[in-house]
């Protein structure tokens, strides 16, 4: 047997004499004056060190605990020894995007929490990842095979990640993907929601091109429904990916909340964040004081966005207590480091406003945890006498989205879904519709995009099914 040296027990037990690192981060009063990410990469040295941590455990919990299942320990082993490239390709195998998920992804919600030192020792699962496929990728490496054309057509509706995965695996297996958007770049959430201080642009951009290389044709500024019908696209491609996402944001049910400046989260960070202007009327938010409702990653998001626009005061309103809150705890210390605050067990009741009808306040009331739900999360409730006002000039709702309902009059209407508007689908991720598949937001509801790789690959394999079929 070849000599492995990381199965002996020697260097099994790394983790005893290695700390786990984190990766550099800028200081929170540089990175609040820019939109650049704000995590760097170690150094190889480092990188082979923390990679080193790794026990190689026989039954890997991370593996389970990653939505793609990606061979974390094979590619740790790897990039112990030096072999970035190797293990790159490894890391590649399995994911449509191996240097943006470990950029947005939770780790310590998912890979890292399942590692078997969590929490406060886990291996740093998220920065190798980013290290190794940046390391391919600026090599030149990190490409991947492409079988030759199958004579076989397939659309893809929608270029978020949940689209560029699907289309990703498709295009390596030789179906000719043409992948149709309603924005003018690809990209989706990846480049209209998520800020660039977590994920730059170029990143996504970079993507984009490698599809483009693999022959994914991308037809942009076509919106399916209204430019082009369902049913002209099943007449054109063998099969139909539906990756539009969840984008109807659900309102703020208050008094007030018609007042001024009282805006929803999403298309304010992406003005201020998109590559592109998107004719979104302008916000403001220079010297206010601005509420954020909700405890999402979208609501850390409009707080740090906030503070880098140049914010007076970036508040949370957040009706359950920390350990319930929904956001990344990483995404939340980072945030509390750039100078949002917090308020737990707080629960709007209604908006107050001037005489121009401009928002000046939010009428609060603190929460207390009760009985737990349906969902098992302990349900708030308010607790009498605790009303208290907070100051506003500006009010970002980010409480979360529903699919946006399809139109009667058209023919993706015969979509069939469910109460809550979230497409139906089968093991394959097929609709009730032959050949028309979906996944990631539409189907789950909102989720990582980590959930929407996963559903875009796995729909790539049951179009391959599908039409492969005698
Ligand atoms: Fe962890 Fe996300 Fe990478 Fe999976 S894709 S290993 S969950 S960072």
């Not at 970035?84 to 890979?111: D, G, N, W, Y």
Request: net charge neutral; aromatic share 6%; proline share 7%.
């Amino acid at each position: 047997m070849p000599h492995d040296p990381l199965h002996t027990d020697q260097a099994r037990f790394k983790w005893r004499e290695l700390d786990r690192a984190e990766p550099p981060k800028r200081a929170a009063a540089e990175r609040i004056s820019d939109f650049h990410e704000i995590y760097s990469l170690f150094d190889e040295a480092t990188i082979r060190e923390q990679a080193s941590r790794c026990v190689q455990c026989e039954s890997p919990a991370c593996v389970t605990g990653c939505p793609l299942g990606n061979q974390i320990p094979k590619w740790m082993a790897l990039a112990a020894e030096g072999k970035f490239l190797e293990a790159a390709e490894l890391s590649r195998s399995t994911s449509a995007m191996p240097e943006i998920c470990p950029r947005v992804c939770p780790q310590e919600k998912l890979c890292e929490a399942s590692c078997v030192m969590s929490p406060a020792e886990s291996v740093c699962i998220g920065a190798i990842e980013k290290f190794i496929n940046e390391y391919a990728l600026a090599r030149g490496a990190g490409k991947v095979p492409i079988a030759p054309p199958n004579g076989k057509r397939v659309a893809v509706i929608g270029a978020g990640p949940g689209g560029l995965a699907c289309a990703d695996l498709l295009s390596q297996w030789g179906y000719a993907v043409t992948v149709f958007e309603s924005q003018l770049l690809p990209g989706g959430l990846l480049l209209f929601g998520i800020p660039a201080f977590k994920l730059e642009k170029e990143v996504v951009e970079r993507r984009a091109n490698i599809l483009r290389q693999q022959g994914v044709e991308f037809k942009v500024g076509v919106t399916v429904g209204k430019d082009i019908t369902l049913t002209q696209l099943r007449d054109d491609f063998g099969a139909v990916y539906l990756g539009i996402g969840a984008l109807k944001a659900k309102p703020l049910d208050c008094p007030g909340a018609e007042l001024k400046n009282v805006l929803q989260g999403l298309p304010f960070l992406a003005q201020k964040n998109a590559p592109i202007a998107l004719g979104l009327p302008p916000v403001d938010v220079r010297g206010k004081r601005v509420v954020v409702l909700g405890g999402g990653d979208s609501a850390m998001d409009c707080l740090r966005t906030a503070i880098r626009c140049g914010a007076a005061d970036t508040v949370c309103a957040y009706r359950r207590d920390l350990a319930n809150m929904p956001g990344s705890r990483k995404e939340y210390a980072n945030a509390l480091e750039e100078g949002a605050r917090f308020l737990f067990l707080t629960n709007p009741i209604a908006l107050e406003g001037n005489a121009a009808g401009e928002v000046t306040a939010v009428r609060c009331v603190r929460m207390e945890l009760g009985e737990p739900d349906a969902s098992g999360r302990r349900k708030p409730r308010a607790v009498k006498g605790s009303e208290f006002t907070l100051p506003a000039d500006l009010v970002l709702i980010a409480y979360g989205f529903d699919p946006v309902p399809f139109p009667a009059t058209s023919d993706l209407s015969q979509v069939a879904v469910n109460d809550w508007g979230a497409i139906k689908t089968d093991e394959n991720q097929m609709t009730n519709l032959p050949g028309v598949f979906a996944g990631g937001d539409v189907v789950r509801g909102p989720s990582l995009v980590v959930h929407a790789v996963r559903d875009g690959r796995k729909a790539a394999e049951g179009i391959d099914r599908y039409l492969s079929a005698p």
